[in-house]
């Protein structure tokens, strides 16, 4: 047994005690408030999407069945455990492991840098599901009783190699079947720009029964003067047959000393020339903060729920 095994072994006796304590009468809220977190439907369809980034992918893709949800990434970074008893220590050092993070509540491993390596936005899947699953090429669990990591005995039949592999099966008894495929379908719809301000993720794909969809991102130029960057950017959007492309002038620059940066964007028509367009303030993804701008703003805002 290697050094990982022994730690996962471990997670999971740490994790059935706290999961024992959740469960009291007096405990039930704190489950579901933070379950219920997220104001807006499906919120965890961004959340995977930065842990995708995080993990380095440039491509992810949704399969949404009537059974579940299956979310697939070409990301280099896969997933690690670490030592239960040195959690504090860990996340202090930006060491704790990938499980022990998706496993805990309000412990993420995400560094000042990172935008989402599985914090609470990833327990707002728990309305639509009781048992992730994960498929990674390290390890292949589920998680149960919310935080309680189980392995799985067999690897899904069809994963590439390398791949990771979310399944959210539809298995929540309060969350009706055909409620929870028509949300999430909808929104994966109508994701706003889910490319645009992400380090390493270019395109984003999903298929439904009957219907599909894309999110592409092309960097067409790229130029750097002192210490702002430049891109000339199209976004292609596409839901089944309807197609559409934009192009944005982009501009971004470092927080000294920081890895942080921030940008404005400014949309342009099919001639090349700037045309107005009021969005709301981006944190990465989109806010509901209105601006009142002619263009689009992005900076690492410190957000509410």
């Given amino acids: ?25 007096s405990m039930r809220g704190v489950k579901n408030s933070v379950i219920e977190k997220y104001s807006d439907q499906a919120h965890f369809i961004y959340e995977l999407l930065q842990n995708a980034d995080d993990a380095e992918a440039t491509r992810s893709e949704f399969r949404l069945t009537s059974a579940g949800l299956y979310f697939s990434h070409n990301g280099k970074i896969g997933f690690s455990v670490s030592n239960p008893d ?26 000042e840098s990172s935008i989402g390596k599985f914090g609470v936005g990833f327990k707002a899947v728990f309305q639509y599901t009781e048992t992730p699953h994960i498929y990674d090429p390290n390890f292949c669990f589920k998680i149960e009783r919310f935080i309680v990591p189980v392995k799985l005995k067999n690897d899904l039949q069809d994963r590439k190699t390398g791949e990771i592999v979310f399944y959210f099966p539809f298995d929540k008894k309060e969350m009706p079947v055909e409620r929870a495929y028509s949300e999430i379908l909808e929104k994966l719809k109508k994701l706003v720009y889910p490319t645009l301000f992400l380090s390493n993720l270019q395109e984003i794909s999903w298929k439904a029964d009957s219907e599909n969809g894309t999110y592409l991102k092309e960097t067409k130029e790229k130029t750097k ?19 559409s492309n934009e192009k944005i002038v ?24 700037l045309t107005p367009k009021n969005i709301p303030a981006f944190c990465f993804f989109p806010t509901k903060e209105a601006t009142n701008l002619n263009f689009i703003l992005h900076a690492p805002f410190l957000l509410t729920d």
């Avoid at 003067?225 to 197609?243: A, C, P, W």
């Fill in 250 to 273: 982009l501009f971004t620059r470092s927080i000294a000393n920081q890895d942080h940066t921030y940008s404005i964007g400014y949309f342009l028509d099919e001639k090349g020339k």
């Fill in 225 to 243: 003067y002192d210490n702002i960057v430049y891109k000339k950017i199209e976004l292609l959007q596409g839901v089944n047959s309807n197609i």
């Fill in 1 to 25: 047994m290697t050094e990982q095994q022994k730690y996962f072994e471990k997670l999971v006796k740490d994790r059935e005690d706290s999961a024992k304590t959740l469960e009291k009468p």
């Fill in 86 to 111: 040195t959690e504090d220590a860990d996340k202090e050092k930006n060491t704790l492991g990938h499980i022990n993070s998706i496993t805990s509540i309000a412990n993420s491993n995400k560094t």
